[in-house]
């Protein structure tokens, strides 16, 4: 019995011993850092989505944790500050960086301490460079455009043969910043032509470029490219695929009225790799979502459900439509307070009893003041009926705004908001982008926290809850 035992207990071993070891996966990601002369108490880490947050001590140093189960690019903000860093699941980090100066004073260690020291050498090259200054540079005649992008991509790419070149990188992340080169060029090359002729203002068929050569290059661009995405040129030429495509199909189907279901056709016909589809259909509904809200976006989002082969996009727009829930159709709006022209106090239940028509808009918005014509239409039409239309600033300082105020005789109700983009009607509304509309009911409850802008079919919308009203 107990020889029995001894080989029981043998072969027991033997098997183990003999069997894979399961797999440990980690997918935390630890980040720790020491920010000098931060003056906001708060650093966040997001991708998509916030991802973790934590208070800055009064030393300056932070902790970040949290999972997540790919590699990519994350987001770090504290206040005025914003700046990104490459990790893979498991890895832990220490940056740290005097805020005033963070490109020159960034420091790393721990995992991926090369890749991530060499991000912040680049984009220092880059803002030093000046290839961001893409007006400077677009007003150049073409010889003297290639001779300066040349020169200003040279000096970037220095940058990236010294640091990381015969280095132990780590492979993805050097594929996406050598690949960084080539299509920072030619997407250059295509906006040539259209901030050519505007800069200078003179037709955009006049203008001395190779512009077939250059379209011919977007049409081969690859289109299969997923560790690509993450690369910034790269992703505006193949979103400029997918929006030439668009383009054509609504010319040419003049039925097609939706951009947002265009341009997930365009992305059916482009795009081979279900990953990859499924992310760009991702960014494309999320964009809606984020700007028009849940029930602007519901059409696209049940047709994403039926196609989508990713299961974190679906929890990822989830967890976006949550936090439209407190500003969903039939909820209470605060009393939020503005001033007005004469600079007296003026609250949101001052308009009780109509229909309350919002715009949010600022003196430097383009698009924003696009829509005045369009507004002071609609407005003049509804002028008899029970509508408020309230227009509510959201400019830095008061001044730029009485300034056109009073330049432009903008009549009616012209109200400021405190605090522009952390005003509490902007936070409360999460208002990201301007111009943004909100139509409110007689009570001041919520009919749609993002509506249809007065160029659109709010008409249509105006006229079914007047008559609810009746």
Known sequence: MKNSSLFVMAA???????????????????????????????????QDEELAQDSVQSDGTFQLNFEYPESGMFMLTNGDLRFSLYLDPGDSIFVSGDVKEFGATFLASGDKAKENSYLRKKFKAINESGIDNF????????????????????????????????KDIDPVFYKMEESYFTYQSMFMDQ????????????????????????????????????????????????????????????????????????SWMAIDSLIKDPSIKDQLKFETLKSTIEYRGPVNA?????????????????????????KWEPISPGKEVPDFQFTDMKGETVKLSDLKGNLVYIDIWATWCGPCIAEHPNWDKVKEEYKDKPVAFL??????????WEKMVKDKKMDGLQ???????????????????????????????????????????????????LEVAV
């Not at 400077?136 to 991509?153: I, Q, V, W």
Request: net charge negative; with cysteine.
């Open 391 to 400: 227009t509510v600033s959201i400019d830095d300082t008061r001044e730029p």
């Open 415 to 465: 109200w400021f908001a405190e605090n522009a983009w952390q005003s509490e009607l902007a936070q409360f509304f999460m208002v990201n982008a301007i111009p943004r509309f909100l139509l409110l009911d007689k009570e001041g409850k919520i009919i749609d926290p993002s509506a249809e802008r007065p160029s659109g079919n709010i008409r249509e919308i105006l006229d079914k809850h």
């Open 135 to 166: 007006m400077e540079t677009m007003a150049l005649k073409k010889e003297a455009y290639f001779s300066r992008k040349d020169s200003l991509m040279s000096i970037v790419k220095n940058n990236f043969d010294s640091l990381i070149v015969g």
């Open 298 to 322: 519901e059409a696209m989002y049940v047709k994403f459900l039926a196609e989508n082969t990713t299961p974190k996009f679906v929890d990822k727009l989830e967890k976006l439509k949550a």
């Open 191 to 262: 906006l040539y032509p259209l901030y050519h002729s505007y800069i200078n203002k003179i037709p955009q068929d006049s203008v001395d470029f190779p512009i077939e050569e250059t379209k011919n290059k977007l049409q081969a661009l690859p289109l299969d490219q997923k560790e690509l995405l993450g690369v910034a040129p790269y992703k505006n030429l193949l979103d400029q695929r997918i929006n030439n495509l668009a383009g054509e199909m609504m010319k040419a189907d003049t039925t097609l009225t939706s951009y947002e279901e265009v």
């Open 12 to 46: 027991v071993m033997l098997l183990l011993a003999c069997s894979p070891k399961p797999e440990i996966i980690d997918n935390s990601i630890k980040i720790y850092g020491k920010l000098d002369n931060s003056e906001f108490p708060l650093i966040t880490v997001s």
